[in-house]
């Protein structure tokens, strides 16, 4: 300001003196009048042109270096070139920190949908776009109703009582492959809501499995110890002679023998989930492991048929596999056992362990028990799952033994694999890769 006022005082003085001058004798005094009017003239003149060119300036919103010499509009270009580069500044900080929150939305695991406060869409992540079929070019601003018709959303929207979630299905969902989506409003700012959807098929199909699994064993034991009470009443209340009495104990063995079974394939298959994979460096003799399983074949052939049965085991190549003793004999036995159960006394069932063309090791055991139609097949290793339930039941059957093949194959890195011919039997191959076989 100090510059200011001396600049205009000057211009005055210089005009003054020169007016003075150039009148002469005439009126020197007039002549220093007009001069300090010519100055202030002039002074405005350039102190406009400077003001006009900070205006054009800052018209133009660029941050560029602007010339205006010293003074009052050097001052405040300065001062507002400052203020423009703070608030680039920002814009680009909040641009940089808005871009990481929707980066971190778009890693999400849960769908995310930002409606304005008529239900047009503003934003979405990816994974909103897979549950409910959006694309980003063509579904911005619509009205979230008119793309995700389903009743039920509609009633939950209009309710505007978002104080719980709404289940409902999902973009592919299908009679067949059900999918279901858990969606969440909630509000905030001016009449926004923000729309959370989360794919909670899994979680559904894992609680549904949870209740037929609870549903099953509490099934399974309650036949056995129904039976158990009733003898045991029976020889409690009752005058038996000693063959009856005899008979009686002998039923009630089988059927302790049987929920001891079904025991000890639940504890198994407990252990078999909640275990660390087995260890590569492990080395099991499958010679010696079938070895052990033959006698315990002709066991347990006796035990069902009274007899036993022609079961040849056959061994073309002494190889060994990597994984779990235990693990692989469990496994291993549970499919000679089905075989037995399944197979007709004066049938034949073939285990073969050999090594493939590709360096591979396969254990299969074929049977010639009445086989399985093929629209079983995939749910074989379901838990509890029966073909036949009154036969398995009748044989000793927990309807366990696949599900444990199952996971014994998945943590050692095997092939389950499932042949069957109705009439004419059945044929379960456990395939090892390459990489878990070794020479014996």
């Known amino acids: 300001m100090f510059f200011r006022v001396l600049s205009f005082l000057l211009l005055q003085a210089l005009g003054a003196v ?31 042109v400077r003001g006009a060119k900070l205006m054009r300036w800052l018209q133009s919103g660029e941050s560029t270096e ?13 001062r507002t070139r400052r203020q423009m580069r703070s608030r680039e500044r920002r814009v680009a900080e909040g641009e940089t920190k808005l871009q990481d929150f929707l ?103 894992a609680e549904a499995m ?11 034991i309650r036949t056995p110890l129904t039976v158990l009470a009733g003898f045991v009443e029976t020889l409690q209340t009752l005058p038996l002679d000693e063959s009856e009495r005899q008979s009686y104990l ?80 469990s496994a291993v036995f549970n499919l000679i056992g089905n075989a037995i159960r399944y197979t007709p006394a004066d049938k034949s069932i073939r285990v073969h362990w050999h090594k493939t063309a590709e360096g591979e090791g396969e254990l299969s055991v074929q049977d010639t028990g009445p086989g399985i139609a093929p629209e079983h097949i995939p749910r074989l290793t379901e838990r509890f799952y029966r073909v036949d339930r009154s036969r398995s039941r009748d044989t000793g059957g927990t309807g366990l033994g696949l599900a444990i ?19 004419r039997g059945s044929t379960f191959t456990l395939r090892f890769r390459a990489a878990r076989v070794r020479p014996q």
Not at 112 to 128: H, K, P, S
């Open 66 to 78: 602007l010339t205006l010499g010293y003074g009052f509009w050097n001052e405040v270009a300065d």
């Open 103 to 205: 980066a971190a939305l778009q890693a999400s695991p849960n769908g995310v949908v930002l409606l304005d406060a008529n239900g047009r869409i503003e934003w979405f992540n990816q994974m909103a776009g897979q549950h409910f079929g959006f694309d980003a070019r063509r579904d911005m601003l619509q009205h979230f109703g008119n793309l995700v018709r389903d009743p039920g959303f509609a009633t939950y929207y209009s309710g505007q009582d978002f104080s719980q979630g709404l289940v409902m299905p999902g973009r592919e969902s299908t009679g067949s492959k059900p999918v279901r989506l858990s969606v969440h409003l909630h509000p905030y700012g001016e009449g926004r809501n923000l729309l959370l959807s989360r794919d909670i098929t899994a979680l559904e199909q």
């Open 250 to 329: 002998n039923l009630m063995s089988q059927q302790a023998s049987r929920m001891q079974s079904l025991v000890n394939d639940l504890l198994t298959l407990s252990r078999l989930e909640g275990s660390p994979a087995p260890s590569g460096s492990d080395l099991v003799d499958m010679v010696q492991l079938l070895q052990q399983c033959k006698q315990e074949a002709h066991n347990l052939s006796s035990l069902v048929w009274g007899k036993p049965q022609d079961i040849q085991f056959l061994v073309s190549d002494a190889v060994a596999v990597t994984g779990s003793p235990s693990e692989l004999h």
């Open 405 to 423: 093949v199952k996971h014994v194959a998945q943590r050692h890195g095997a092939e389950l694999l499932i042949e069957s011919i109705p009439g």
């Open 210 to 220: 949870r209740r037929d699994f609870v549903a099953n064993v509490s099934h399974e």
């Open 18 to 48: 020169l007016g003075y001058l150039l009148a002469g004798k005439y009126s020197p005094v007039w002549g220093a009048v007009v001069g300090i009017l010519v100055g202030s003239y002039f002074w405005l003149l350039i102190d406009a």
